[in-house]
């Protein structure tokens, strides 16, 4: 299999986890959803549903999307087909979710699986996260050591160019440090809890200290002025 065909099972098998889906809108959540799967046709998305279906990780329906009740085909026209996701499906993304390996946090991998880190445990987060930051650090030092062996015989235009590349990675980095920062906070605030629910908190999906935007907490009910 190749990487990028692994990607996108891995995003088809993620997104029917939330619903069934018929293969227009599962094109349409992946272009949507997922960058990465911006130019990717019918052509390579029919193939992968097949092999998920050969492999029994996902059923195929005839009838409307999602919980809908199937619906009789009109005279001429197919009905359309309905992925569902079987409870083996399931299972083995769950599986790919805990991976944290070097394709966890490559380049076109690690958009996929950050797109799903709501369903991934805050501990894998970390591990996904501080193995990116760490693979883009040691490009980052590559990308300064190459530049200034060449400067010299760059022109200007070269020139600039290594350096919007690196500047891009240095951003990244600083999100990656953010996000990395945000994640370790947010366990930090749930120490107290108890042991049961602090369990229960390192295996779940939640955001814990992921910042949200528009986040404003209530009036102070000790406050005279509320209302």
Known sequence: MSRRSGILEFAV??????????????????????????????GTLYPCLK??????????????????????PLAGRRAKIVYRLTAEG????EELL?????????????AARFAFFGQTSRD???RVLEGRRSRLEERLEKMSASLARTRERLDDYTLELQRHGMESVEREVRWLNELIESERAGRDQRRPASEGSAQQDSTSGESGGLPRHGDNP???PSDDTAT
Do not use: C
């Open 13 to 42: 098998l993620g997104l029917l986890r939330e619903s069934p889906m018929h293969g227009y809108e599962l094109r349409k959540r992946l272009n949507t959803s997922l960058g990465v799967f911006r130019a990717f046709s019918y």
């Open 51 to 72: 092999t998920l279906v050969a492999n029994g990780w996902l059923i195929e329906e005839s009838g409307g999307a999602r919980d809908e009740a199937p619906a009789a």
């Open 90 to 93: 399931k299972e083995h993304f």
């Open 98 to 110: 805990s991976q944290t390996g070097p394709d966890a946090y490559e380049d076109e991998h690690f």
């Open 124 to 126: 894998v987060r970390m």
């Open 218 to 220: 209530g009036p102070d």
